[in-house]
């Protein structure tokens, strides 16, 4: 049970099905609210894990490789000598339900033997940034951050790596409190407070802990 729990239930999810039956099929006429429907999201992925073992997708996947998570498991593609190669790959089976999550447990197992290489981490939500920065001491890799649009010329990198460095171990591992205490997407923010505030505040507190930890020391 979650607070996320409640949100698809006020959203319809429950009692409505979605079939996608083949390519061909019509794209839903409110394309947005089905992308908001567990459901059909469910049905999506389902048809393009299947679909994209076709052969024909083989020249647009050519000199990539593909990972797709979905449930708990994780499923690679390839383009090999014209055809798709396709499989599942244990060591990234995952049972989070958020992509957020998800997203940084699959950061943390490519970190393993690709030090000091760059990664870059699509996203427009916030909480996968708060989530990197926190997590970014235990990652031997240079993490960026993509996240906005070319065509309203607000996309950006944020060097993930270099801001946590500038921040410090202890405003990063506080900073998914100090997120969902003052407003993510299933939290409610106070009332004109936002976060830069807070956040000023937990710096002030953190100095004066480091302050009384000196002190206690030298008594």
Known sequence: PAIKDMEWCNRGHINREFKITGP??????????????VAFKNALMNFLITEWRSNKYATLLEGHVMYVGKDDK????????????YRTVPSLSCS??????????????IAEGNQHQNIVIRSSDTDVLVLLLSHQENLAVN???????????????????ALAGEMGPDICGALVGLHAFTGTDFTASFLRKGKLRPLKIMERNLEHMRTFGQLGRVD
Not at 28 to 34: E, F, I, Q, S
Not at 74 to 85: I, P, R, T
Not at 143 to 161: C, H, K, L, Y
Request: aromatic share 12%; net charge negative.
């Open 96 to 109: 989070h339900p958020e992509a957020d999550t998800r997203m940084i447990f699959h950061l943390s197992q």
């Open 74 to 85: 994780c499923f690679f593609y390839k383009s090999e000598d014209g055809a798709m190669v």
């Open 143 to 161: 993490i960026w951050f993509e996240t906005g649009t070319s065509t309203n010329n607000t996309r950006r990198f944020i060097a993930v790596t």
């Open 24 to 37: 061909d099929q019509k794209i839903p006429r409110d394309l947005h609210g089905a992308l908001n429907n």
